[in-house]
């Protein structure tokens, strides 16, 4: 992977994960007393749209480290992290139930969408990050452990 590709996928996925995370918390957490009962944040409606025009950038992104990254480790054999696997089977789930709830037109089938899309993309986000910051840990460890004492 190009360290473009790279930073495009970084800044890809805060960029959708920060306003996933806002409009979830809007959505729940953000009804607000009004004139005739509950009423939703204001704010709702554009962390909504933002996230769906983040989204598709993301999605792109992942597909060009599908490419670049995740082919290439595949083949290499078994040496590869468990948390990028991790990430990698839930892109399906996380992406075919972003689309589910925007497309579905029953309450029902449209809050069971959300509950998954949320889920699944929780993971996701614990996965990448996990895939990030975990192997920096382990060298710095397998580093230290290589040096000669004193």
């Known amino acids: 992977m190009s360290p473009l590709e790279r930073w495009s996928l970084h800044l890809a996925a805060l960029a959708t994960a920060g306003s996933g995370l806002m409009d ?3 959505r729940w957490f953000g009804q607000r007393a009004g004139e005739f009962g509950p009423e939703p944040h204001p704010w709702l409606p554009a962390a909504q749209h ?6 598709p950038l993301l999605l792109f992104a992942l597909g ?9 480790k595949l083949k290499k054999g078994p040496e590869g992290r468990r948390t990028g696997l991790g990430a990698a089977f839930l892109i399906a789930p996380m992406v075919l139930t972003g689309y589910g709830v925007q497309v579905v037109t029953s309450p029902a089938w449209r809050t069971g969408f959300s509950w998954a899309h949320g889920i699944s993309a929780g993971f996701f986000l614990l996965a990448y990050l996990g895939h990030l910051f975990i192997p920096h840990a382990q060298s ?3 580093a230290m ?4 004492q004193s």
């Open 64 to 72: 060009m480290a599908v490419r670049g990254h995740l082919q290439v």
């Open 24 to 26: 979830g918390l809007l």
């Open 50 to 55: 933002l996230h769906v025009l983040v989204a």
């Open 140 to 142: 710095v460890t397998r």
């Open 145 to 148: 452990a290589e040096s000669p």
